[in-house]
């Protein structure tokens, strides 16, 4: 499956940002189907293109196979007709036995800066759970702030921050 979602989101992401500026529509799909594994494999997809040069495109991809397990893929990239871009993708995993596995990316870039997050996420089937974002953003003047945050079921939240001037001089976070 893993194969089958990048190649969707590679597909909606090339079509995001390559759609012509003058070139208008959009297109949208869903399929759903049963799968080797005894379950389901199901997804849809969205995309469009406005006249002035902003696109979209995103989609998702499920798939159980029927003993309770199952995943789900997403994401979208997105073009504003100022050229900005931004893009995100996450994927979940839940087992029969009740454990839980998530992770997702986001990153946009634009004139006033960029971000880039991933996090992390998992609950055991004990009832235990951690998790981690991770996340650096530049301004549009150099200056940088890179942080994490930690969860622990039990130990709380945790986060540090660091910010830095665009000589790469640490500064204070404001």
Same mark, same amino acid.
């Given at each position: @499956?893993?194969?089958? *979602?990048? @190649?969707?989101?590679?597909?909606?992401?090339?079509?995001?940002?390559? #759609?012509?500026?003058?070139?208008?529509?959009?297109?949208? !799909?869903?399929?759903?189907?049963? /799968?080797?594994?005894?379950?389901?494999?199901?997804?849809?997809?969205?995309?469009?293109?406005?006249?002035?040069?902003?696109? %979209?495109?995103?989609?998702?991809?499920?798939?159980?196979?029927? #003993?309770?397990? !199952?995943? +789900?893929?997403?994401?979208?990239? %997105?073009?504003?007709?100022?050229?900005?871009?931004?893009?995100?993708?996450?994927?979940?995993?839940?087992?029969?036995?009740? +454990?839980?596995?998530?992770?997702?990316?986001?990153?946009?870039?634009?004139?006033?800066?960029?971000?880039?997050?991933?996090?992390?996420?998992?609950?055991? #089937?004990?009832?235990?759970?951690?998790?981690?974002?991770?996340?650096?953003?530049?301004?549009?003047?150099? +200056?940088?702030?890179?942080?994490?945050?930690? %969860? !622990?079921?039990?130990?709380?939240? /945790?986060?540090?921050?660091?910010?830095?001037? #665009?000589?790469?001089?640490? *500064?204070?976070?404001?």
């Amino acid at each position: @499956m893993n194969r089958k *979602i990048a @190649m969707i989101l590679s597909l909606a992401a090339l079509c995001a940002a390559t #759609a012509p500026a003058q070139a208008a529509g959009a297109a949208h !799909g869903r399929f759903a189907h049963g /799968n080797a594994e005894g379950g389901v494999t199901a997804g849809k997809f969205r995309g469009a293109a406005g006249p002035n040069g902003g696109a %979209y495109a995103r989609g998702r991809v499920t798939q159980t196979d029927g #003993a309770g397990n !199952g995943r +789900t893929a997403s994401g979208g990239a %997105y073009r504003t007709p100022g050229g900005a871009t931004a893009a995100r993708a996450g994927s979940t995993t839940r087992s029969a036995d009740g +454990t839980v596995s998530h992770q997702g990316q986001i990153a946009a870039n634009g004139a006033k800066g960029s971000v880039q997050s991933s996090s992390s996420f998992t609950k055991g #089937a004990d009832g235990s759970a951690a998790g981690e974002r991770n996340t650096t953003a530049t301004g549009a003047n150099g +200056t940088t702030y890179t942080g994490n945050t930690t %969860y !622990g079921k039990g130990e709380g939240v /945790n986060h540090t921050g660091t910010c830095a001037n #665009a000589a790469g001089e640490t *500064i204070a976070c404001r």
